[in-house]
């Protein structure tokens, strides 16, 4: 039901971008990949899905502008790039902070920006941000990924505002634990910061949140991305969809 729509997925090389790029592919989208990887992997995704991927840092507003522009005129833009750092709020690297900022919370901004005035002219877009139950509730020693993430839900909300009556859509989808590399890099300082092994870094940190003692899985993140492009989810706007293993019901 994608047939002739564009779609940029922002973080698309790796995890749950990679994932939300191969359903939107499956349902006939026209998928631009973006992310790092290496050569090799970036050529055999793209042979995959038939996309192409357009190569871009997005830390600053002239990388996603580079973005924007490399990949053209988009119908669902999917703000998915993310990092996080493990570490308490009076030792935190204060170029990590900035970095932080200018990842999951920046570059939603600058390619909302330059996705928006397309997506009116057409009067057609779903513009879906990967959140996080961290977008609703806090973990200690995550606190610019908390900050931002909580920031991506109150843009959306005002951007789903002013997109109202253009037939643009603007959600976020806030998964629990998802395995995937961004979780598996926090575990080497989670057990520093904690003093605790590998094993009960995942069963007391990380699976202690979800009721569920599941890990969220990539293709069920996708699916919720791609009902928000189905014409059914037209009156979801301005929504931070929880997929969380029960996590923020507690
Ligand atoms: P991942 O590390 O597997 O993938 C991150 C992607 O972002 C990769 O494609 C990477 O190349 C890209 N990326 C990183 N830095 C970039 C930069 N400077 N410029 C351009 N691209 C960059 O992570 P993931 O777990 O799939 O996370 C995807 C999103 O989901 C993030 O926003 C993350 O915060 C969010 N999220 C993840 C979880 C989880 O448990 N994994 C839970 C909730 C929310």
């Not at 749950?16 to 006939?28: D, K, P, Q, S, T």
């Not at 030792?91 to 909302?112: G, Q, R, T, Y």
């Not at 598996?184 to 605790?196: F, G, H, Y």
């Not at 009156?235 to 969809?241: C, E, H, Q, S, V």
Request: aromatic letters at 6%; glycine letters at 8%.
């Amino acid at each position: 039901f994608l047939k002739g729509k564009r779609a940029l997925v922002t973080g698309s090389t790796s995890g749950i971008g990679l994932a939300i790029a191969r359903a939107m592919y499956a349902e006939g989208a026209e998928v631009i990949l973006s992310g790092f990887g290496s050569d090799e992997e970036i050529a055999a995704l793209s042979a995959e899905m038939n996309a192409r991927h357009v190569a871009a840092d997005l830390m600053t507003a002239a990388g996603v502008e580079a973005l924007m522009s490399g990949a053209g005129e988009v119908d669902i833009l999917v703000n998915n790039a993310g990092m996080q750092h493990v570490a308490p709020v009076d030792e935190f690297p204060v170029d990590k902070w900035d970095a932080i900022v200018a990842l999951n919370l920046s570059a939603v901004f600058h390619a909302c920006r330059l996705a928006v005035p397309g997506m009116k002219a057409r009067g057609w877009g779903r513009i879906i941000s990967t959140a996080s139950a961290h977008s609703l509730v806090a973990s200690p020693f995550k606190a610019p990924y908390v900050a931002t993430k909580h920031a991506v839900a109150g843009f959306t909300k005002s951007l789903a505002l002013e997109l109202a009556t253009s037939g643009v859509t603007a959600n976020c989808i806030s998964p629990g634990y998802v395995w995937t590399a961004l979780i598996e890099n926090q575990i080497p300082d989670t057990m520093k910061t904690r003093n605790l092994s590998r094993e009960a870094v995942i069963n007391d940190v990380l699976l202690a949140k979800q009721p569920t003692k599941k890990f969220v899985q990539p293709d069920e993140v996708a699916a919720l991305a791609v009902f928000l492009c189905r014409p059914e989810a037209g009156n979801m706007t301005g929504a931070n969809i929880s997929m969380d293993g029960g996590w923020t019901a507690e």
